[in-house]
């Protein structure tokens, strides 16, 4: 199972960023994916999660509305796309994928975003 994360970088207050995750290793379609992140000294935190099949999703209350989870089961990926950025949302951002809904299996490396001006 693999899951690498693409996208991440420095964006000024108020800027957007593209996640990508890419997966193999596992039946995409059937699992849950999700980003989640850490800011240094605090627990990691669930951001979005989007469903196998359907298109249902969740959204941490912090980033509603300024962040929109999507997957390509076609070429097993998951996006996260993070608009109107904020310096509280500098993290690390990972991808995860669960073959259950609230059950995280499986962590890509992370990708840091720096939200800073």
């Known amino acids: 199972v693999q899951l690498v994360e693409y996208g991440g970088g420095l964006v000024q207050p108020g800027g957007s960023l593209r996640l990508s995750c890419a997966a193999s290793g596992f039946t995409f379609r059937r699992y849950h994916m999700s980003w989640h992140r850490q800011a240094p000294g605090r627990e990691r935190e669930l951001v979005a999660a989007i469903t196998s099949v359907g298109g249902g999703t969740n959204y941490a209350d912090s980033v509603k509305g300024r962040f929109t989870i999507s997957r390509d089961n076609t070429n097993n990926a998951v996006y996260l796309q993070m608009n109107s950025l904020k310096p509280e949302d500098t993290a690390v951002y990972y991808c995860?994928?669960?073959?259950?809904?609230?059950?995280?299996?499986?962590w890509g490396q992370g990708t840091q975003v720096t939200v800073s001006s």
């Open positions: 995860n994928a669960g073959e259950w809904w609230g059950k995280y299996d499986y």
